[in-house]
């Protein structure tokens, strides 16, 4: 069953970067984390619609992580943590289930000092288990545990949710 359209993505798009620009209009700079390819994804996707509209700097980095395993395996971002400090900071990824992938995300942010870390998720599905928040969430889905959302960011123009 499909639950958004690219059309319908590209409007929670828009209303998020509005979100995150009014949450955020004294920032200097907002860095985007991406978590693996569909939160990296649907980062840029966020970077460039808030770049449209607000005069606010930007910038776009991967968070990688093996979700499945995150304890074992190492957690890495692709930019110099001494960049992130000072920075409002936005950590992004495509669907929030029961927030383990998010909070293993923050893990690369230990060691830095940023001005404010805030979340960002095109579809929660109010499953959680570990202690976080989302700060902008494009649809709030409730969901069976055992329901899978497959999120499909890779061909612009093609984008589409569905609930398997």
């Known amino acids: 069953m499909k639950i958004l359209d690219s059309i319908q993505i590209k409007h929670k798009i828009q209303r998020m970067a509005f979100e995150i620009a009014e949450s955020n209009f004294d920032s200097k700079k907002i860095f985007f984390l991406g978590i693996n390819n ?29 979700p499945q395993d995150p304890v074992s395996n190492e957690i890495l971002v692709d930019v110099e943590e001494s960049y992130l400090n000072n920075q409002t900071i936005i950590v992004v990824d495509d669907v929030a289930n029961t927030g383990r992938t998010l909070f293993y ?43 899978n959302i497959i999120v499909d960011l890779k061909v612009e123009g093609e984008e589409k949710v569905n609930l398997e």
């Open 38 to 66: 569909n939160g990296y994804n649907f980062a840029k996707m966020l970077k460039s619609s808030l770049e449209s509209i607000c005069e606010i700097k930007t910038d776009l980095a991967r968070i990688t992580l093996k």
């Open 105 to 147: 995300a923050m893990k690369v942010l230990m060691n830095t000092a940023p001005s404010a870390i805030e979340t960002a998720v095109l579809v929660d599905r109010m499953h959680k288990a570990f202690p976080i928040n989302i700060n902008y969430v494009g649809l709030t889905f409730a969901t069976t545990i055992q329901d």
